[in-house]
């Protein structure tokens, strides 16, 4: 069974701050993928990144970056730098190397103040 | 920039009517999508459609939820007696393969009054 878990149900924080949003997953395959998605207020969800498992390079992009830790089973991803525009609600997903629909974890809904 | 299209927007409709909701998927897309999100809650599978046939499909995609590609263009989800537990967002999504990043629509929202 594959599940996605994302502990922290809301997060707020001052704008101009780093914010970590965890996520933990279980699966019982070697190859599969993980997901970042946003869901800003207007609804629609925004692909961020796909890793696949035999792939642990941490990744940048801009004021975001992705930590894969195989040995915790995470794939935290980290704003720096925080502004109002990255509230949002954020996914954390997964899918098996042998399926193709893609698991969602329940989300972290992000707070930007300013 | 290839875009998800999904029509309508906003679909009301009344208990035990039948709905279709509609989707462009990007057109060099191999696989196809139904996720739906009630309201606060996660977004779940629904199915997943591939060669013109359905290749997975969740619990909640029972009996009273069926998909088609009728034209090689469009991607319809039809919800036959619709109930008030089917309001929620639904979402298409397309992907050019396996494993690769689902592309999804805006989403229709579906109320179920």
């Known amino acids: 069974a594959q599940k996605v878990t994302q502990a922290q149900t809301e997060i707020s924080v001052v704008e101009k701050e780093d914010v970590t949003l965890d996520c933990v997953y279980e699966?019982?395959?070697?190859?599969?993928?993980l997901f970042w998605y946003k869901q800003p207020p207007s609804g629609e969800l925004v692909f961020l990144i796909r890793r696949n498992s035999f792939d642990e390079q941490n990744e940048i992009s801009g004021r975001y970056s992705w930590n894969f830790q195989k040995s915790t089973s995470s794939f935290n991803f980290t704003i720096t730098a925080s502004q109002v525009v990255d509230s949002a609600v954020y996914f954390c997903?997964?899918?098996?190397?042998?399926?193709?629909?893609?698991?969602f974890g329940k989300g972290t809904r992000l707070h930007i103040l300013p | 920039e290839p875009e998800v299209t999904q029509t309508p927007s906003h679909q009301v409709t009344q208990m035990g009517q039948e709905v279709i909701l509609r989707c462009v998927p990007i057109?060099?897309?191999?696989?196809f999508y139904w996720y739906r999100q009630i309201l606060g809650q996660k977004v779940e599978f629904l199915v997943s459609f591939y060669n013109n046939e359905i290749s997975e499909k969740s619990e909640i995609f029972d009996d009273q939820f069926s998909v088609e590609r009728p034209d090689g263009s469009n991607f319809t989800l039809k919800i036959r007696s619709t109930k008030l537990e089917d309001s929620a967002m639904y979402f298409c999504?397309?992907?050019?393969?396996?494993?690769?990043?689902?592309?999804f629509g805006q989403g229709t929202r579906l109320t179920v009054v």
């Open positions: 997903a997964l899918s098996e190397g042998r399926d193709d629909k893609i698991i």
């Open positions: 999504a397309s992907s050019p393969d396996l494993n690769t990043e689902a592309f």
């Open positions: 699966t019982r395959d070697t190859t599969y993928y």
């Open positions: 057109s060099n897309h191999l696989y």
